[in-house]
């Protein structure tokens, strides 16, 4: 069940309280951490585990996240935010084991970054501290101006990253090869149209769609299968591309349809158990029946 709250106004007392809770429990969580990763009475299985190792949870979290947003279960968000926090509390326990770096190395960075990012807003000492404010951007700044203003100093930190010889030089240098797959395509289509290699319209790319699907459809029929992937790979490419230019997230977009076919698979599934039949002992015909009559009902 999901549950609803009001928008909370807080007073300046209350979130002066509110920010020494946080702080309070964020100590708490970093000492919790590092009691885990304790040699002598910590826990055995996190004291054997590594950057590699505990990775793929940082990815799992991130989707437990999404997937309670989504969801709207505002009941169960802090908590998935919690085991999210915990894998950053988690990896930067290791890097201070190393001597690499700590959290609060992790929370001054990004918020150097956000303050470099945010030119249109004035920050007072809280965020600050005692340093002078830095001059900002003259103007009134508009919501919709924000994402190209975003880029473009992105843009320039990758080129001081590049001239300080800590970044590769190149127009896809910085996209992350662990990306999700079609993630990765919309970023490298995306970075490759800065620098002009675009199609002029929409027309293009989705010409280009059905380029990759016929070429695919070629090596399906000759059945070579390392080709046949290689061209199913263009085929998601581009079609990663068009939901880039059409500015939809083709993450998204397949969530979307991953849902949409879970609901109407389980709607059939429904449908013959009401009657005692299971899908298994159905023809192809029926199922097809089926479906398309769960397809109707959801029409408006």
Request: charge should be negative; include cysteine.
């Amino acid at each position: 069940m999901t549950k609803t709250t009001q928008p909370l106004v807080a007073s300046a007392s209350g979130t002066a309280q509110n920010r020494q809770n946080a702080a309070r429990n964020i100590e708490r969580l970093l000492a919790l951490m590092a009691r885990l990763r304790d040699p002598e009475g910590g826990c055995p299985w996190d004291r054997e585990q590594t950057h590699e190792t505990i990775a793929p949870y940082a990815i799992e979290e991130a989707y437990e996240v999404l997937d309670a947003i989504q969801r709207q279960d505002w009941q169960a968000f802090p908590d998935e935010l919690g085991d999210l926090l915990l894998q950053v509390v988690y990896q930067a326990q290791l890097a201070e084991e190393q001597g690499r770096f700590d959290f609060a190395d992790v929370a001054r960075i990004v918020t150097e970054k956000m303050i470099r990012r945010h030119p249109h807003v004035t920050f007072g000492k809280d965020v600050l501290g005692e340093a002078a404010q830095t001059p900002r951007m003259a103007g009134n700044a508009s919501a919709s101006a924000m994402p190209g203003q975003w880029e473009a100093l992105k843009e320039q930190e990758r080129k001081s990253l590049v001239q300080a010889g800590v970044q590769p030089l190149g127009a896809l240098a910085g996209v992350p090869p662990a990306l999700p797959a079609l993630l990765r395509a919309s970023k490298l289509a995306s970075r490759a149209a800065r620098v002009g290699f675009d199609w002029p319209d929409v027309s293009g790319v989705l010409d280009k769609v059905h380029e990759e699907i016929n070429e695919f459809s070629v090596e399906m029929h000759k059945g070579d299968r390392e080709k046949m992937q290689d061209e199913l790979g263009d085929v998601l490419f581009s079609v990663a591309s068009l939901a880039r230019r059409l500015k939809l997230d083709p993450e998204a977009c397949l969530r979307q349809a991953c849902d949409k076919f879970t609901r109407r698979f389980e709607a059939v599934e429904a449908r013959l158990a009401q009657d005692g039949l299971s899908m298994q002992d159905q023809s192809v015909e029926k199922l097809d029946s089926l479906w398309c009559a769960v397809k109707q009902t959801e029409k408006p």
